[in-house]
């Protein structure tokens, strides 16, 4: 039996099929506008920019580990970086690889330098890095500086950026100067945080703005002479150094303190969240 339709219903089918042709049109439009193998803007996958951060090496009789702490890995994650552990190897082209495959580096903290690297003397107070770390940390920011990417050095990193360019270190505050600020447990007191002044025309200025702050501070060393293109840009009232920057270069800070423990605090937290961003624009310039 045939029935057939009222004009009513002829016409909201043709209603359907029209508003169906019209959606298919304009998905087939945003396509035809789409760069061959692109995503639209707003599918796509913002990408972090990778920080390197080398590790420490916890020797253990053959069964050695290697570390670092925490809080360097989620202080890059809340400035915005994606963190990427670099374990000390002895490969010269495997350490290139590291350094290609980072947006940026950052150096840590750890014991001591050999003072032969800066021509003195060892020290009684002096707790020495593993070998194999210290040739590492070395040949690592050898090729950062040499493929200028952008770093952030903090406490020893500091010192051995500073060592890698020619410069010299105070062995032992306490023993070897006459600061009477406290700067690690090693010397007498109760609170280990201090005042840091800051140069206004620096790097370090422009991120957090004043020209003072509150650090703390766990370094039994110090630097004495800057190496070749590091600029003093912060120190204590007394005169010890807690802040170096690295001239005429796209991103190069060393940081005497440790402010991937102050992340909670404006300033601090400033520090990683301008070097992140001084990655992720070296990424884009290289195009990657």
């Known amino acids: ?4 339709r009222s004009a009513a219903e002829r016409r909201g089918t043709r209603t359907v099929h029209l508003a169906a042709l019209l959606i298919f049109m304009g998905v087939l439009g945003a396509c035809s506008q789409r760069e061959p193998g692109k995503l639209p803007e707003s599918e796509q996958r913002m990408e972090r920019p990778i920080i390197g951060i080398n590790t420490s090496i916890d020797e253990n009789g053959g069964r050695d580990s290697v570390s670092t702490r925490v809080t360097y890995v989620d202080a890059i994650v809340k400035a915005g970086g994606l963190p990427l552990l670099l374990p000390a190897i002895e490969d010269e082209a495997a350490i290139s690889d590291y350094v290609a495959l980072c947006d940026g580096l950052v150096f840590i903290g750890g014991g001591d330098i050999s003072p032969e690297r800066y021509g003195r003397s060892r020290h009684p107070m002096e707790t020495p890095l593993s070998a194999r770390r210290e040739n590492f940390d070395f040949a690592l920011i050898e090729k950062t500086l040499a493929e200028q990417k952008p770093f952030l050095a903090i406490c020893l990193g500091c010192q051995e950026v500073n060592v890698a360019l020619g410069g010299t270190l105070i062995q032992d505050i306490a023993s070897q100067t006459d600061s009477k600020i406290r700067h690690s447990t090693r010397q007498p007191g109760e609170i280990v945080r201090h005042k840091v002044r800051i140069v206004e025309n ?5 991120i957090v703005g004043r020209k003072e702050i509150e650090s703390n501070s766990s370094h039994h060393q ?4 800057p190496g070749h293109g590091l600029r003093v ?3 204590t009232e007394d005169g010890i150094v807690e802040a170096l920057e690295l001239e005429n270069y796209p991103f190069g800070l060393g940081i005497q303190w440790h402010p991937e423990a102050l992340v909670t605090e404006e300033e601090h937290f400033a520090i990683f969240k301008a070097f992140v961003e001084a990655a992720e624009q070296a990424r884009r310039e290289r195009g990657r």
Do not use: C, G, P, Y
């Not at 620096?202 to 422009?206: A, G, K, N, T, V």
């Open 1 to 4: 039996m045939h029935i057939s």
């Open 202 to 206: 620096s790097l370090l200025f422009r």
């Open 222 to 225: 110090a630097i004495e002479r």
């Open 233 to 235: 840009v912060a120190q």
